[in-house]
């Protein structure tokens, strides 16, 4: 250590010692505390259904990242309040569908060795959940009942539900967490159809060329807002 006029040892030698054991300190501590998130992360189940989640909804967005369920979106989007509508009916469709298909999957079609029957059995059981929809919304609202129109019937061969069915099976989720990712994939249909209802709307009082009047503008909407979704990807990975 250098030396004083005095002949004692400089004070800055101790004094860059001690900021160097303080340096360690705080870094062990901030690893402690990383590592006690890490565990809280991955030991936590709610934490891991709410990035399922989001992950279904945002990230992996059934229309905007996979461009599924494109026909309803054009054909019902133009007013907000028909979008809600069946926005919500696909969420529970979604949610149900995605429940049974699990079951009757994991349950029926691997034990018996048919898993090849997947395709054509959760096509009967969406169609069969969305004629049990069709007739509450007859019931309940005869008005949203006229304004779906055709499209109702249609979510029997929306993609998007199926997609969801199907997607699930390369995922290694229980069956909670399948509902959870199901809810999620109907809940992102769902933010996308009020987005562009919305933005639709706002356009609907403006005058268009001609050749951009109807689904053209519409599937120039979507691309714009996909652009803004591609934002998410990659942010969780589960």
Not at 129 to 157: C, H, K, N
Request: net charge neutral; aromatic share 10%.
């Amino acid at each position: 250590a250098s030396m004083d006029n005095n002949g004692h040892a400089s004070r800055s030698f101790f004094h860059v010692r001690y900021n160097n054991l303080v340096c360690q300190e705080q870094n062990r501590e901030q690893q402690r505390r990383g590592l006690i998130m890490d565990s809280f992360v991955s030991n936590t189940p709610l934490f891991t259904m709410f990035l399922i989640f989001i992950s279904a909804a945002f990230t992996d967005n059934i229309l905007l990242a996979r461009f599924l369920g494109m026909c309803s979106i054009i054909g019902v989007s133009n007013r907000m309040d028909t979008g809600f509508g069946l926005g919500a009916a696909v969420v529970f469709v979604t949610s149900v569908t995605s429940m049974i298909n699990y079951i009757v999957y994991n349950y029926i079609l691997i034990p018996l060795g048919l898993e090849y029957l997947k395709l054509i059995t959760f096509i009967i059981i969406i169609a069969a959940t969305v004629q049990l929809i069709e007739m509450v919304i007859e019931r309940v609202s005869e008005t949203l009942y006229y304004s779906l129109g055709i499209f109702l019937p249609l979510i029997t061969v929306n993609c998007a539900i199926l997609g969801v069915s199907l997607f699930m099976l390369n995922k290694p989720y229980n069956f909670i967490e399948t509902a959870i990712y199901g809810t999620g994939g109907g809940a992102g249909w769902l933010i996308a159809i009020m987005i562009i209802g919305g933005i639709r709307e706002k356009i609907d009082e403006s005058k268009l060329p001609p050749g951009l009047a109807g689904p053209a503008i519409t599937l120039i909407i979507i691309g714009i807002i996909a652009l803004a979704f591609t934002g998410f990807s990659g942010m969780i990975k589960i």
